[in-house]
């Protein structure tokens, strides 16, 4: 696995986590768990539009 679809593996984790409001909040995150990287890897406009999608899916819902 790269470091690439590692960082979008946990985004997409931490979307579903229930604990965040938008992708920002997950770059941040990741940012603070080592992975500074994550802003850079999650620039697409695409899968920063799912990526809060999710979070707003799960804040609503709770985590999964």
């Known amino acids: 696995m790269t470091l ?3 960082v979008r ?3 997409y ?3 579903r986590s229930g604990l965040h409001v938008d992708c920002s909040s997950i770059e941040a995150e ?3 768990a080592g992975y ?3 802003y850079v ?3 697409e406009s695409a899968l920063r ?3 809060d999608e999710l979070c707003v899916q799960h804040l609503r ?3 999964s």
């Open 4 to 6: 690439s679809e590692k």
């Open 9 to 11: 593996e946990l985004a």
């Open 13 to 15: 984790a931490s979307a």
């Open 30 to 32: 990741l940012a603070d």
């Open 36 to 38: 500074p990287e994550a």
């Open 41 to 43: 890897v999650l620039q």
């Open 49 to 51: 539009k799912t990526l």
């Open 61 to 63: 819902t709770g985590p």
